[in-house]
């Protein structure tokens, strides 16, 4: 029998999205970014899958430190870099490269002797606020970072978009002029885009693309899903019914009774929900597949269960097959029903869920 809740994982569709991001960047390097146990697909599946990519990136160390100990030999960044000394010690360990952002870090790389084999992106905040040298500090802290015998020349040059997503908001050319601009003159490679920006934004390639969500196959835009932008989407979310039952009107389902029942119908109960990742905000409506077929989620989304309307499926019975969201049903639609964006979903499936790979047809 398959398990209550499972996500199967397309890896040929991550190589087609892989193909996808060559195409747009035809003459880029490849920063697959594999973060967040790989946007919840698993890091070291997703890291094997991609293995072709020039480099790998990760939010965080013990990321990188996790694909150095399963024996990946590919250049990997780590975006947040180091916040001690300690920390910079593993980084070297494992050869990983450093995003370089605040002063903190500059102190911490100068009080370093040793000739160095450190690796820097020095990252360059556009606009997004978040991490980063404002662009009038960027020749001062050049300077100090060239000047740093542990850090490897040149240093790498990146900046990170706050609304590439919108096609229609020039925020994103402001960051890229800012950033050439700021740039203009000084050696090493350069790194703009991300999902968004390879897919909407040609002013945005240069050296290195970071693409993310799109590996996944999924859309970093609003409007539109994965597969209307050439993708192929990874994951489907997988589960069963457990319980089949006649429902009056009138009746309440689930939690807090918010939902009543407007007519007799069939209801049937799925067994998975917020504890396996499945959004507890999904409304009333949220299309659900039942034997291939939509239905509608009602009632509240609970830990271990959820219950969707059958009334189109009068003969569907306990063991019957649910897909939450995957091929046929995006998982970009769900994110809209439950008020959310798709990062979220597949990232938050839960260590509940079994992944399983797809089977190559043969
Ligand atoms: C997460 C991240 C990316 C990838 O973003 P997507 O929208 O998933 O493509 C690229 N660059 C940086 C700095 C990131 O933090």
């Known amino acids: 029998m398959t398990p209550a809740a499972y996500a199967v994982l397309d890896l040929d569709a991550v190589r087609h999205n892989l193909a996808k991001v060559r195409e747009c960047a035809p003459n880029a390097k490849v920063m697959a970014v594999i973060k967040a146990n790989g946007y919840g697909h698993g890091l070291l599946r997703m890291a094997e899958a991609l293995q072709q990519v020039e480099a790998f990136a990760v939010a965080r160390v013990d990321e990188g430190m996790r694909l150095r100990k399963a024996g990946f030999k590919n250049r990997i960044a780590v975006l947040e870099g180091f916040t001690c000394t300690e920390e910079l010690d593993e980084l070297l360990h494992y ?118 969500v799109m590996l996944y196959g999924i859309s970093p835009f609003a409007g539109s899903t994965g597969r209307q932008l050439g993708l192929r989407p990874v994951m489907s979310l997988h589960s069963r019914l457990i319980a089949v039952k006649p429902i009056n009107a009138g009746e309440t389902v689930g939690y807090g009774g918010g939902w009543i029942c407007p007519k007799s119908t069939t209801l049937g109960v799925v067994a998975i929900g917020y504890g396996d990742g499945y959004p507890r905000h999904a409304k009333a409506g949220t299309p659900v597949l039942v034997n291939g077929k939509r239905v509608s989620l009602i009632g509240r989304v609970s830990m271990d269960m959820m219950t969707v309307d059958l009334e189109n499926q009068p003969d569907a019975k306990p063991g019957d097959p649910v897909t939450l969201w995957g091929e046929s049903l995006p998982v970009e639609e769900i994110a809209h029903w439950a008020d959310t964006i798709p990062y979220t979903l597949v990232c938050g499936v839960t260590q509940r869920v079994q992944l399983v790979e797809k089977m190559a047809p043969d």
């Open 95 to 212: 050869q990983l490269d450093a995003v370089v952002h605040c002063p903190a870090q500059l102190d911490i790389l100068q009080a370093r002797t040793e000739p160095g084999a450190c690796a820097v992106w020095l990252k360059i905040d556009t606009g997004m606020n978040r991490l980063g040298f404002k662009a009038a500090e960027f020749n001062a802290v050049y300077q100090r970072l060239s000047q740093c015998g542990l850090v490897k020349q040149p240093i790498s040059l990146m900046t990170h978009f706050a609304s590439a997503d919108d096609v229609n908001d020039d925020k994103t050319l402001k960051q890229i002029n800012l950033f050439n601009d700021t740039v203009a003159g000084f050696p090493g490679e350069r790194s703009l885009a991300n999902s968004p920006g390879i897919l909407g934004w040609e002013q945005s390639l240069s050296d290195w693309v970071r693409p993310g």
